[in-house]
């Protein structure tokens, strides 16, 4: 990505994140959760990334979100003010609209930096910026970054598992019990092969030396400059703004 904040050191969009997130962890006014929530959405396109293509990449925040809605519709202890809607156990009234959308905006505020980081964000790079910058241990960074490679892997394996069992004749039938007991077993087998793949990559990249505790150099000189240290500020100003003006 060649835009104007997609250059930008990994570490810091990293900061950007993070001190959006921790803005909107610290209010529940609707109004600051939308403003911070529309950050990410205004800034996507100097990152590379459409909006629409950023909302795409959050539908599970705003699956989440909408769940957040449900169950307090369902089980808020605070049910004052006017009721809208009272359809057997669901009664929605302004008080639980209104804490139920703050909840929810939270969310999406919370969840919007972090998935523009990740969709603007190689991790190679990533891991560069962390050991240069950050002075992060590399056995930490690299060893993150491996796991991250191999992530993908789970679904293929998922895939591979489930088409295995109907090739045995092992299926739900449409039965939600039976699928969940089917799940469950082939997540546990997941689990098993995550550990001993992990373990076969900690051998090798410790016999590749990556703990040999010698300084080791940097093929992938990564920069820091006074652009990187602006879009911290800027973030900071732009996160502060909505708190303040309270």
Do not use: C
């Not at 950007?16 to 800034?43: G, N």
């Not at 929605?92 to 964000?121: D, K, N």
């Not at 410790?206 to 652009?227: H, K, V």
């Amino acid at each position: 990505m060649t835009t104007l904040l997609a250059r930008r050191a990994p570490v810091a969009k990293l900061g950007a994140a993070l001190t959006l997130s921790v803005a909107a962890v610290l209010t529940l006014d609707p109004v600051a959760l939308a403003v911070l929530a529309a950050i990410p959405l205004v800034t996507a396109p100097l990152f590379g990334l459409s909006p629409l293509r950023l909302l795409r990449r959050a539908w599970p925040a705003f699956a989440a979100a909408v769940g957040i809605i449900l169950s307090l519709a369902l089980f808020s202890a605070d049910r004052g003010g006017t009721v809208y809607v009272h359809f057997g156990p669901f009664l929605v009234t302004s008080s639980v609209l209104a804490t139920a959308g703050a909840y929810a905006l939270r969310l999406v505020a919370l969840s919007l930096p972090a998935v523009l980081f990740t969709a603007t964000t190689d991790p190679t790079d990533l891991a560069d910026s962390l050991v240069q910058h950050v002075r992060a241990p590399a056995r930490f960074a690299y060893g993150a970054l491996a796991a991250y490679r191999l992530v993908g892997l789970l679904t293929e394996e998922y895939q591979q598992l489930t088409m295995a069992r109907r090739a045995r004749g092992i299926d739900s039938g449409g039965n939600p019990l039976r699928w969940a007991k089917l799940f469950a077993g082939t997540a546990f087998g997941l689990l098993v092969g995550a550990i001993r793949r992990g373990t076969r990559l900690a051998q090798a990249m410790d016999a590749r030396g990556f703990d040999a505790g010698l300084p080791r150099t940097i093929a992938r000189p990564s920069r820091f400059g006074p652009p990187d240290v602006a879009l911290l500020l800027g973030t900071v100003f732009l996160a502060t703004v909505p708190l303040l003006a309270l």
